[in-house]
Structure formats: C-alpha cells, structure tokens
C-alpha cells in the first residue's frame, strides 16, 4: 500500500479588538492540491480563533491517521499542543482539539507571523475578510472575561 503524502496545514486567527469581532483563515496543501477555509464571529478572542483555525482545518481532513504539519504564528496554540502548557480558558475548544488530534499524527510548527510567509499572510488576509463581514454570528463558546 502507497504511503499518503503530508498534508501541510496552515492556520491563522484574528480579532480586531480583544473580544471583538474575529475571524480565522486555513491553508490545506496535499500533494497539488490546495484548499482555504475561513469564518467569522461577532464577538471573539484572537486565542479562541487561533485555535479555531487548527480544529477547522483537521475537520476537512478524511484520512484518518494521516501526517499532518499544522503551521501556526500562535505560541498560545503550538506551546500548548508541544510543550504542555495549561489550559485554564476555552476548555470547549481545547477538548474539540484534542478529540481530532486522536485522528491523525501531528506535528506542530510556529512561525513568526506578519513576516511574509505566504501561506500564514494568506490565512491573515482570510482571517480578516472572514471578521469584517456584516450580519457575523455570536461565538457560542465564548465567555465574556474568560
């Protein structure tokens, strides 16, 4: 049987304001193929969006056990997933992750963000077009002060 090739995952989130409106943007690159994921909510935290970005982006993956590099400019994110760090705020998320983490074998990179990496710049870009919409719905996981 042919080895499955790395799926690379690129994520990114972001809030204008903290809470306020947020969005956040995946780039999925398998082999040839590429595909953007985006969303937006009314009233968010950057950290719940970062970490948005990474379950929205494993959601769209049908390989179970596949190999998959998550990029992401959030230390919050990669030191969490790599280094143990605790987790005392979006526990709804947190467990969304780390059901989907069971699924594949992953590994996380940090990257500096706003640096020009292309893929992190264009899950930036969807990140705020995704926030800047009207008509964005409520972020039922968020809790205000959390």
Not at 8 to 33: E, H, I, M, Q, R
Not at 106 to 120: R, S, T, V
Request: aromatic residues 10%; proline residues 3%; hydrophobic residues 35%.
């Amino acid at each position: 049987m042919q080895e499955r090739p790395v799926i690379y995952l690129f994520t990114d989130g972001a809030a204008s304001g903290n809470p306020g409106p947020g969005g956040y943007g995946v780039v999925l690159k398998c082999g040839d193929k590429e595909r953007e994921l985006s969303g937006g909510f009314s009233r968010t935290t950057n950290n719940r969006m970062e970490l948005l970005a990474v379950i929205k982006g494993l959601e769209a993956i049908r390989w179970e056990g596949a190999a998959v590099e998550v990029w992401s400019d959030s230390t919050y994110v990669v030191r969490t997933m790599t280094e143990g760090w605790k987790r005392k705020k979006n526990k709804d998320l947190w467990m969304r992750l780390d059901e989907l983490a069971s699924r594949f074998r992953l590994q996380f990179h940090w990257i500096k963000g706003h640096a020009g990496h292309p893929e992190n710049e264009r899950c930036d870009r969807l990140a705020v077009a995704a926030y800047s919409q009207a008509g964005l719905p409520e972020d039922g996981g968020y809790v205000e002060g959390q």
